[in-house]
């Protein structure tokens, strides 16, 4: 089953993308995006909103949505941790992505970044990214749309190769792939705990 297409839904329109199993899109309500993953016909995700307009994601939760092969989903989502929280969310196809949605293409992450983090090495397939920063052996898997990646960090503060320590991260990407400003927070929080911004050495 592939998933792209624009969508017609109780919530907004949305606009999905899919390659491989990995799905990322945008919808036209408080700037969101949406990135997960789809395994038979159930996609199991995460989303961001800029709701109170502070120039920065500021608002995330979860969704899951059952796909059906008459072109419609059904599911939904929630604040935070939860996935039912803010209701249902269904939808039906209406469209192709270029019928109705203007087209920008995906930042190539891959590269050397110094970041207020130290150094940061990221390596990117399709929409999925990975790499490590020169902090506490952080690592990063995210996924990135056009030129938003979203994802999860990891630590290793004890230096025993647990990871005990991680939370959520956004990035923006300039237009040029040359800089981006971000914000990263613990747990669920996008932002909690700071800026994170950098400049592409390589």
Known sequence: MNVTGTWDTNY???YLEQKSSTVVGRYDKNNGILEGVL?????????YESR??????????????TFSPNN???????????FTNE???TGKKVGTLSEFANQIETIDTTGTWNT????MTLRQTGFNVSGEFDFNNGRIVAVIYTDTMTGNWYQDINKD??????????????????????????????????????????
């Open 72 to 82: 419609t989903f059904t599911g939904s989502r929630g604040l935070n941790e939860s």
């Open 87 to 89: 209701g249902v969310w």
């Open 161 to 202: 190769g647990t990871y005990e320590t991680k939370g959520t991260l956004i990035m923006k990407f300039s237009k040029d792939g040359n800089s981006f400003k971000g914000t990263w927070g613990y747990g669920e929080s996008p932002s909690n705990g700071g800026l994170w911004n950098g400049t592409r050495l390589t």
């Open 52 to 65: 109170f307009k502070l120039g920065s994601f500021d608002t995330n939760g979860n969704f899951r949505l």
């Open 39 to 47: 395994e038979g016909n159930i996609l199991i995700g995460d989303w």
């Open 12 to 14: 907004a329109r949305l």
């Open 116 to 119: 207020n983090f130290n150094l």
